[in-house]
């Protein structure tokens, strides 16, 4: 209807919109390795968020964070290179499970405790930038831990709509972490 919203109010109607006891924060320039689900549902427990871990092209390489891998598997999911991409999620599922403390945006959990941290916060952070920063604060707030699912992976093609709008993305980001900063007292 042409209304703009923030990534944070559109993940809190996402979240809101859940009618299962857990979720799971989806990009929509995504896809999800064959068993992704069922890795999460063996290993979760309503203690803990999950970062499920994934796997991007090697456009921010510079960017690093817990679960992140760089693998070539196409730019879009018409260049998207299913078999091979499995393969290498079988190598990795494969290895014995290491779940480890992280932080991050590509988070799972049961929905009770996305509202129990209050959602994300669409009010400072808007229209971006920012706000995984901040629930990821206030998750470790509430007293939770983010462990790192590294045998659930999905294959990220890292921002295609933010990057097509990139040029105008300078400034929002400039301010969202002026905004982090006031609120934290600490630079994101």
């Known amino acids: 209807d042409g209304h703009h919203v ?27 390795c064959k068993n992704f689900f069922e890795v999460l549902e063996r290993d979760m427990t309503p203690e803990n968020f999950y970062i499920y871990s ?17 693998g070539y598997f196409g730019e879009n999911f018409e260049s998207f290179i299913r078999d091979v991409f499995e393969n290498y999620v079988s190598v990795i599922q494969g290895r014995p499970l290491n779940l480890y403390r992280g932080y991050g945006f590509f988070l799972a959990g049961y ?17 971006v930038f920012c706000e995984d920063d901040d629930i990821c604060i206030r998750i470790r707030q509430k007293g939770y831990h983010m462990l790192v699912d590294e045998h659930a992976i999905a294959y990220h093609f890292v921002s295609l709509t933010a990057r097509e709008a990139k040029k105008n993305m300078t400034a929002p980001e400039i301010e969202a972490n002026r905004k982090f900063a006031r609120k934290w007292g600490f630079e994101a």
């Open 6 to 32: 923030s990534l944070s109010e559109n993940y809190n109607a996402a979240i809101n919109a859940v009618t299962t006891e857990k979720l799971v924060l989806g990009h929509t320039d995504m896809v999800f």
């Open 111 to 127: 929905k009770k405790n996305f509202e129990d941290v209050g959602g994300f916060d669409m009010l400072t952070f808007n229209p």
């Open 54 to 70: 994934t796997v991007e092209p090697p456009i921010y390489v510079g960017h690093r964070r817990p679960g992140k891998n760089i």
